[in-house]
T-cell receptor, first 111, second 115 residues
Framework: DGGITQSPKYLFRKEGQNVTLSCEQNLNHDAMYWYRQDPGQGLRLIYYSQIVNDFQKGDIAEGYSVSREKKESFPLTVTSAQKNPTAFYLC??????????FGPGTRLTVT | DQQVKQNSPSLSVQEGRISILNCDYT??????FLWYKKYPAEGPTFLIS?????DKNEDGRFTVFLNKSAKHLSLHIVPSQPGDSAVYFC??????????????FGTGTRLQVTL
């Protein structure tokens, strides 16, 4: 089955702790993306990567970090510097077309 | 600065009728537009797209219309079905082919199709 997996589906952390969200794809896509969804604000781009070992900041990268050591994987770390980390996080991948394919998402709650 | 706007946060339509979801954009560099459908606690799924060289694209019950001069696009769903109840996101891209696209999303419109 080709697709994108994100784990876990729900994640709870204490304030001040870093947390890493997993994203894996077996679609052989070069590009991968991380978005954040908040109520009433749509999807906002955090980071994206067009190729292995390369990534760029999106619109709201502050407080986040990523790595792209493998084509299949694009983990996102939410650091303690992110002021409002509680959100629904979506990972996506794409080839050289415009369409992006999304994973099921991870809901992160920080208390 | 919201470059892609969906001014209607919600829409309610009777089953069998037409649903019309609207989207406006401000960046004239956008040349490709997409609609995604999203159920709660799931990732968005691609629905239909349109290139700026066209003014209409149709796929089954779904049709997207693009008015470049007005910087406006709309998604028509005919006939609407209860399973269409979801949040619909409009997205736009300004990159040409051959490179991975960055999409700018609107804030979404929640469609409810009633019996």
């Amino acid at each position: 089955d080709g697709g994108i997996t994100q784990s876990p589906k729900y994640l709870f952390r204490k304030e001040g702790q870093n947390v890493t969200l997993s994203c894996e794809q077996n679609l052989n896509h070069d590009a991968m993306y991380w978005y954040r969804q908040d109520p009433g604000q749509g999807l906002r781009l955090i980071y994206y990567s067009q190729i292995v070992n390369d990534f760029q900041k999106g619109d709201i990268a502050e407080g986040y970090s990523v790595s792209r050591e493998k084509k299949e994987s694009f983990p996102l770390t939410v650091t303690s510097a992110q002021k409002n980390p509680t959100a629904f996080y979506l990972c996506a991948s794409g080839d050289r077309s415009y369409e992006q394919y999304f994973g099921p998402g991870t809901r992160l709650t920080v208390t | 600065d919201q470059q892609v706007k969906q001014n209607s946060p919600s829409l309610s339509v009777q089953e069998g009728r037409i649903s019309i979801l609207n989207c406006d954009y401000t960046n004239s560099m956008f040349d490709y537009f997409l609609w995604y459908k999203k159920y709660p606690a799931e990732g968005p799924t691609f629905l239909i797209s349109i290139s700026s060289i066209k003014d209409k694209n149709e796929d089954g019950r779904f049709t997207v219309f693009l008015n470049k001069s007005a910087k406006h696009l709309s998604l028509h769903i005919v006939p609407s079905q209860p399973g269409d109840s979801a949040v619909y996101f409009c997205a736009a891209s300004g990159l040409g082919t051959g490179t991975a696209s960055k999409l700018t999303f609107g804030t979404g419109t929640r469609l409810q199709v009633t019996l």
